[in-house]
């Protein structure tokens, strides 16, 4: 499915949300996921294309398989050149969000993938990149 280890997503519409879902659950059950674990997944990578359309109007999911120190797992990288997260802290907080929804999807992702990292700069955009690993 991938090319190389990398699947790239375009995100510009609520389809494309669905398409990053879908794909990033069929890799994760082709690694060995438990279905639990692929569910998880899917619903990080969704809740950041989300964001993505929400927030920047346009960006893009990247989905790579990953090996370290002997693990395999799957990582999602979310980026948009988007205005930014003004509050990076805060927009980690459960419910605070500056939009319309109840403020649970980026402390979500963080809680149910293993590895989160957000950087954020005003005016240039967002990237968000998790990684989960097969247990």
């Known amino acids: 499915m991938p090319v190389g280890n990398e699947l790239h997503i375009p995100v510009v519409s609520e389809v494309d949300v669905v398409t990053a879902r879908q794909r990033g659950r069929a890799l994760a059950a ?3 996921f438990a279905s639990s674990e692929q569910a998880l997944i ?3 990578i969704s809740e950041l294309a989300r964001n993505i359309l929400q927030y920047a109007g346009r960006g893009q999911v990247e989905i ?3 090996h370290e120190g002997g693990r395999t797992g799957i ?3 979310a980026s948009d ?3 930014g997260i003004p509050d990076v802290q805060r927009a980690l907080e459960d419910g605070f969000s ?3 929804g109840l403020g649970l999807g980026l402390p979500g992702t963080k809680r149910i993938m293993d590895d989160f990292e957000l950087v954020s700069e005003l005016g240039r955009g967002t990237r968000v ?3 989960k690993w097969v247990r």
């Open 81 to 83: 050149q988007g205005p």
């Open 98 to 100: 500056t939009g319309k």
């Open 64 to 66: 790579t398989i990953e």
């Open 129 to 131: 990149a998790v990684k």
């Open 30 to 32: 082709e690694l060995g």
């Open 75 to 77: 990582g999602v990288v």
């Open 42 to 44: 899917a619903t990080a």
